[in-house]
């Protein structure tokens, strides 16, 4: 956490679909001791692989946690005391007992958008209303727009990283196409 160095954040995916809740664990000696957040366990956070889930801290608030459990996103503005889903992204099923497109698997934040009321600008790799893209909302996640279009999937998009200097500026890492960035 930017704002206070004694919090550190952990986050435990529970390995694969088939395994234990996600669990969100906080310190506040500076990562020498976690406790879990009870919290992150009452939401019922999706057990995935580690690959498809993703933990962001806002630098410019304290205990401005964000999440994606590879099904939808999670937020809480106190540290992980509480959490609030956000019935935005879900994931698109078939058949099969795991989705086939994961509804949250990514996320960066970034430096907010001129005169934006929210501290960062949020970008999240997902679904919204099936639509799968790269979602940006610049009012704390109330609203979405999506960042990209269907020209531009990039070959499937892993890791994401936002500018804090620049707003709207996105670095990908495309899954085997190197690293792309977008304005």
């Keep these: 956490d930017r704002k206070n160095p004694n919090k550190v954040y952990a986050y435990d995916s529970g390995g694969a679909w088939w395994a234990s ?9 500076g990562g020498h001791s976690f406790t879990l957040s009870q919290a992150s366990v009452d939401a019922k956070l999706a057990p995935n692989f580690f690959w498809t889930t993703s933990l962001a801290v806002n630098p410019n608030a304290e205990g401005d946690v964000w999440l994606t459990d590879g099904n939808t996103v999670y937020h809480s503005l106190d540290s992980g005391a509480t959490w609030t889903k956000l019935s935005a992204f879900a994931s698109i099923m078939g058949s099969n007992a795991w989705p086939d497109v994961q509804g949250a698997t990514s996320l960066a934040l970034g430096k907010p958008a ?17 639509v799968w893209g790269v979602h940006r ?10 960042f990209n279009d269907d020209a531009h999937q990039y070959g499937g ?14 670095y990908i890492a495309g899954n085997g196409r190197g690293l792309s960035y977008s304005n």
């Design 157 to 170: 998009i892993g890791p994401i990283a936002a500018d804090q200097n620049t707003y709207g500026r996105l």
């Design 114 to 130: 001129p005169g934006a009321a929210y501290s960062a600008a949020v970008y999240v790799v997902g679904v919204i209303n099936g």
């Design 21 to 29: 809740a996600g669990k969100v664990y906080v310190s506040t000696d």
């Design 137 to 146: 909302s610049d009012d704390g996640g109330a609203t979405w727009t999506r």
